[in-house]
């Protein structure tokens, strides 16, 4: 069994920073691509930015060149660096990763449980 767990996150005013960050524990032989999602009030979950095993980045238009993915592909984690935040950012930031558990095991996608991020104008 694989768990992500996220931390971060919290309230901050706009033209602030965050960072929120995910740690996958449990059966894990390999981690592919990992990234983040939100998903505001009311609205549909989206894309907020990936990252591979190799270091390729994409990132939703909404927040290209305001936010920073990384990862330590040693220690399974992935980090979010949010930059100049905006009250439209205000959401469930919720990680995701494609694990393999064994060699010849399949990519499996997995979720975090989500953490709130809150902007206030």
């Known amino acids: 069994q694989v768990h992500l767990v996220e931390s971060g996150g919290g309230l901050v005013q706009a033209g602030g920073s965050l960072r929120v960050s995910c740690a996958a524990s449990?059966?894990?032989?390999?981690?592919?691509?990992m990234g983040w999602y939100r998903q505001a009030p009311g609205k549909q979950r989206e894309l907020v930015a990936h990252?591979?095993?190799?270091?390729?980045?994409n990132y939703a238009d909404s927040v290209n060149g305001r936010f920073t993915i990384s990862r330590d592909v040693a220690m399974n984690t992935v980090s979010l660096e949010m930059n100049s935040l905006k009250p439209e950012d205000t959401a469930v930031y919720s990680c995701?990763?494609?694990?393999?558990?064994?060699?010849?095991?399949?990519?499996?996608?997995?979720w975090g449980q989500g953490t709130q991020v809150t902007v206030s104008s």
């Open positions: 995701y990763a494609e694990i393999q558990s064994t060699y010849y095991g399949p990519r499996v996608g997995t």
């Open positions: 449990g059966s894990i032989f390999r981690i592919n691509t």
């Open positions: 990252i591979t095993r190799e270091g390729s980045t």
